[in-house]
């Protein structure tokens, strides 16, 4: 039995209320500088992390190019929907450098599903800034109940064999482990897990059968906080955003793209057997030279495969706008 620690973890909901300040500390804004709204101090020693001081406009951006953009992405949602491809699709793209952003169906919630395996990466690494040898702690691996999956693992545990939890967090989030989720949910100490999760403002939903709840853009304010480097230290959110730049599948978000473009994202599927709708996500960032960007897709219909070509179309339709105009 999957017991209430895991359960929270699991179906915890992601509703990030704000997004901590950067490292360099707070600071006095001017008139001028509160329009500009976006301060970032460049880190060039870093690979995928972008500190800044971040105060994300509450308002979809009007610009010229953005609202092009979001006409092509309603067309093409509108042609998905009406062909039954999918019944129905969020997105939010926003643009790292300047905080412009856009949204389709933004409020609306979804089944977060292997999404959730994220925040609990950031739990972990949160702990490990406290005790760097956290990470290399082992765990017998003994096979127990969690989640079926329909994309299943490319590497699977070993009865028992012993891992680091270092190892299963990668597991967890390059292959979307399901084994590995469920023994960090175990081994998590509960206050620890309490105090992070607090710290980002996420929110336990009303009750456990409750699984609509998240929002794509709720939901990318995770990778922002990842890419700012504004919860974890640099060299974690570094760690985190590697990790995720080495996730294994590339159906959906990565299968728009030309060969060679970074994305760190992260996946997840969702089926009912009584009512046979599915779900399906992935959201990340993806790091077009000189302007990276930060893109989440959820979808819901009765076709996987559908939804997974669905979510590759945005992608790809999102590059090549953003390529048109650089």
């Known amino acids: 039995m999957i017991d209430k620690l895991k359960k929270a973890v699991i ?18 804004l001017t008139k001028k500088e509160e329009e500009n709204v976006f301060f970032r101090q460049r880190q060039s020693e870093y690979q995928f992390i ?36 999918a019944s129905q699709v969020a997105i939010y793209f926003q643009e790292l450098n300047s905080g412009a952003w856009i949204g389709l169906g933004e409020r609306e919630k979804f089944a977060p599903a292997s999404l959730l395996k994220v925040p609990l990466m950031i739990a972990y690494l949160k ?14 691996y003994q096979p127990q109940e969690a989640f079926s999956q329909n994309i299943l693992p490319e590497k699977q545990l070993v009865a028992g064999q012993s891992y680091s939890i270092g190892n299963l967090i990668r597991r967890m989030i390059v292959y979307s482990d399901n084994q590995a989720l469920e023994i960090l949910a175990d081994k ?14 996420l929110k336990v939903p009303a009750d456990e059968a409750e699984e609509n709840f998240i929002t794509v853009k709720d939901y990318a304010a995770l990778f922002r906080i990842l890419y700012n480097a504004s919860y974890l230290s640099r060299e974690m959110s570094e760690k985190a955003l590697k990790l995720l730049s080495e996730v294994v599948y590339k159906e959906g978000l990565v299968g728009g793209l030309p060969e060679g ?23 990340g960032i993806i790091y077009y030279p000189d302007k990276p960007y930060l893109l989440c897709v959820m979808t ?23 390529s048109l105009n650089n």
């Open 50 to 85: 972008n500190p800044l001081l971040d105060f994300t406009p509450l308002e979809e951006t009007s610009r010229g190019d953005l609202v092009f953009l979001r006409k092509k992405l309603a067309e093409l949602i509108n042609t998905a929907t009406k062909s039954n491809k």
């Open 11 to 28: 179906f915890l909901g992601v509703f990030v209320l704000g997004v901590a300040l950067g490292a360099g500390g707070e600071k006095l």
């Open 188 to 201: 998590i100490e509960k206050d620890k897990w309490a105090e992070v999760y607090a710290d980002l403002g």
């Open 261 to 283: 473009i970074k994305v760190a994202h992260k996946f997840g599927e969702r089926g009912y057997e009584e009512s046979g709708v599915k779900q399906f996500h992935d959201c």
């Open 127 to 140: 702990i490990a800034e406290e005790d760097p040898d956290y990470l290399y702690q082992e765990i017998e």
């Open 300 to 322: 819901r219909g009765d076709d996987f495969n559908a939804l997974q070509g669905m979510v590759r179309q945005v992608s790809q339709t999102v590059y090549q706008t953003v």
